[in-house]
């Protein structure tokens, strides 16, 4: 890092928890968001010529261009949040630029929400809740909103990082047999512990999964992993999860077999094209669609601005952030 500066300028582009904010003012320079005013690209390119440090999250696109007009003065975007992926980090580090993030403590929330995904689906949780919302249940049935028995049935995890194991670990407790697909494998003894099998080909995991979770980060070579292909390759009554990033799944194609019922059933917390959800997965009885709220708990997001300070105080140092990222 740089030679430090312990009151840098540290510009953060959205209202964080008031308790985050408050740190950040007692310890930095620092112009905050309390209205959570919208940023246009202009507003982003002033802040970041009269900072130190750019504080964005996953709704500011930090491309290339704009940080070719981000001036001498800004030395650390230290992103309020773990995905880095609207964040061009090679371009960052050619103008010597550094990312950190905020790894970790986002883990346990989003395999929460994981699994509550997976239930809701499976378990028919939300037309349960249509019903009772409109005043329409006409009492017990036999046969009324029968779901799939969670327990015994077969999870495959789409990247095995710190969320891929959290899930795994509740699965497990829930009985469900576990799969993964990663480019490393876990060691032996972490296998053992939670019955993990692993799959080198992702395709003949799909094949053989009731349940397919995401758990990779957007890069260039996750874009579409889960392609028509190999959507096409799930069982019809295969349920697909997304915590993760919208962008790792091919959305039309997914909305098409949902519609056609040549996929039992979806929960999605992210989507292809940021907030906006392909309007056809809306409505559909098999589909449950949440605003990325995987991570979204006060705790959590407290947590994150704690990561956030920790990086620009290190930074302010003349230290290595904890969580810097490698370009
Ligand atoms: C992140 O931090 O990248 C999460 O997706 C936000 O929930």
């Known amino acids: 890092m740089g030679e430090g500066n312990s009151r840098p300028h540290v510009a953060v582009t959205r209202r964080l928890p008031d308790p985050v904010q408050s740190r950040m003012a007692a310890q930095f320079d ?23 440090v750019l504080v964005p999250a996953l709704s500011d ?95 495959g995890i789409l990247g095995m990082g710190r969320i891929g194991q959290a899930v795994a670990r509740r699965a497990a407790a829930f009985g469900m047999e576990v799969h993964y697909h990663n ?17 080198d080909s992702l395709d003949q995991m799909l094949a053989r999964t009731d349940v397919i979770s995401v758990h990779v980060a957007h890069t ?10 190999r959507l096409k390759l799930l069982k019809p009554s295969a349920v697909v999860i997304n915590t993760s990033r919208g962008e790792v799944i091919d959305e039309n194609a997914l909305t098409r077999m949902l519609r056609a019922g040549e996929i039992a059933g979806a929960g999605l917390d992210v989507y292809e094209h940021g907030h906006e959800a392909n309007p056809r997965l809306r409505n559909l009885s098999n589909v449950v669609l949440l605003p990325h709220m995987g991570s979204a708990t006060v705790e959590g997001r407290i947590e994150m601005g704690e990561k956030v300070i920790r990086n620009i105080a290190a930074y302010a140092a003349g230290e290595t952030p904890p969580d810097l990222i490698q370009p």
């Open 30 to 52: 620092a112009e905050l968001n309390p209205q959570d005013r919208r940023l246009d690209r202009g507003d982003l390119v002033a802040l970041m010529q009269r900072s130190d």
């Open 220 to 229: 260039p070579a996750t874009f579409h992993l889960l392609s028509a292909r």
């Open 61 to 155: 696109r930090i491309d290339a261009d704009l940080l070719a007009e981000a001036g001498p003065r800004l030395k650390l975007i230290a992103n309020y949040g773990a995905g880095v992926d609207h964040i061009n980090v090679a371009a960052a580090a050619e103008r010597g630029i550094h990312v950190t993030n905020t790894p970790g403590v986002l883990t346990e929330d989003t395999a929460d929400m994981t699994m509550a995904l997976i239930i809701a689906v499976t378990r028919r949780l939300t037309e349960g809740l249509a019903v009772m919302q409109a005043g329409q249940w006409d009492g017990w049935s036999p046969n009324a909103f029968l779901g799939g028995r969670i327990g015994g049935r077969k999870l």
């Open 183 to 199: 480019r490393t494998r876990l060691p032996a003894d972490c296998e053992a512990k939670l019955g993990l099998t692993w799959w």
